[in-house]
Every structure is written in structure tokens, then in C-alpha cells.
């Protein structure tokens, strides 16, 4: 994954295959994480698509036994590297969501903080970030966090996805809205 890759090296790809990693380990994170990593190494090698795969895989095996939304990015962050564009671009959606700014204002510096990365398309810090947004902004309610992260643009299936994932680990596919079942 490493070879001459600068195209899919940051991109998206692997984190959007978590769920079975997170499924088949439900609250063994390192497990789950590990097997991320493995995966996400053949089309990512070492980069922000692979620390992206693990930072999910880490949520979303941890949401099986944890329900506070914070508490969850905290334990993908932590299997992170702290040095990582995609860690830096979390902490970035964090601290601004803290500060009472609004969902698009932080989207649109998210871009602009990663607009040098990589030559290929829907790169996995930016996507990545508006999974957290849509998940700090909608706030639990599934509707508003699924529009939030869609409406942030770029790889709208693939955000919309994990965030309608965690969610349902979180609360069950009878916690649905009726009207989008």
C-alpha cells in the first residue's frame, strides 16, 4: 500500500469497511483496530487513510459497551498518531464545537486546514471530521446527525454511513425514525 501511492494513501477506502472489524470484535477494541490496520495496509500503507480505519474501528467496537459520544472519539483517538493530519483535524472539530461555532464554519475550516493533502479524491481527514461533526452536532437525534455530516459535502455516502453505523450500534434499529426505515 505503500508503493507509489500518494493518490489513495490519505483517501477513503478502508475506514468505511470497519464495521465488520468492530462487529466481530464488539468491545475489544485492540482486536478490532488491529484488523483495521491489516485491512486499511493494502490500499492505504502508512497514512491518514489507514489512522482514519483505525480511529473508526476503535469507536465503533468501543460503542458496543459505551454510549457517550465524547468518551467514543476519545478512545478512537487514542489509537491514533497524535502527529496525524487526521487527529490534528478531529481536535481542530472538537475545540471549535466547544466554542459554540457552527457545524458549517467548522467544516469549512476543516478544509481549508487539509486542503494540501494528498492527489486523490475524498481524502479521510476531511470525511473523517465530518462524521465527528455530524455526530457532536446532531447530538444523539439520528436525523439531524445524518443531514449534519451529509450536508458537510465531499463523500456524502460513505459519511452518512458511518455515522447511520455508530448510531445504530449505539441505539438499535429500533430506535429508527419510522420515515427512514
Known amino acids: 500500500g505503500d ?14 469497511r470497519t464495521e465488520i472489524w468492530a462487529s466481530i470484535c464488539p468491545g475489544a477494541i485492540d482486536s478490532a483496530v488491529k484488523y483495521a490496520i491489516e485491512d486499511a495496509l493494502v490500499d492505504h500503507g502508512v497514512g491518514e487513510g489507514t489512522y ?7 469507536l465503533e467496537s468501543a460503542a458496543y459497551f459505551e454510549n457517550d459520544i465524547e468518551r467514543l472519539i476519545d478512545i478512537g483517538l487514542s489509537k491514533v498518531n497524535k502527529e496525524s493530519r487526521l487527529h490534528k483535524t478531529i481536535a481542530l472539530v472538537r475545540k471549535e464545537y466547544q466554542e459554540g461555532l457552527d457545524f458549517a464554519t467548522v467544516r469549512n475550516h476543516v478544509i481549508e486546514l487539509n486542503k494540501d493533502i494528498g ?24 436525523k439531524n446527525s445524518m443531514l449534519t455530516a451529509v450536508n458537510c459535502g ?12 455508530i448510531l445504530g450500534i449505539l441505539h438499535g434499529a429500533d430506535n429508527l425514525p419510522n420515515d427512514w426505515k
Open 3 to 16: 508503493m507509489e501511492n500518494n493518490i489513495w494513501k490519505h483517501s477513503n477506502g478502508a475506514w468505511i
Open 52 to 58: 482514519a480505519a483505525a480511529f473508526v474501528a476503535a
Open 119 to 142: 492527489d486523490g479524491w475524498f481524502q479521510a481527514p476531511n470525511n473523517i471530521a465530518f462524521v465527528v461533526i455530524g455526530l457532536l452536532y446532531g447530538q444523539g437525534d439520528f
Open 154 to 165: 465531499d463523500d456524502t455516502d460513505c459519511t452518512a454511513a458511518t455515522v447511520g453505523s
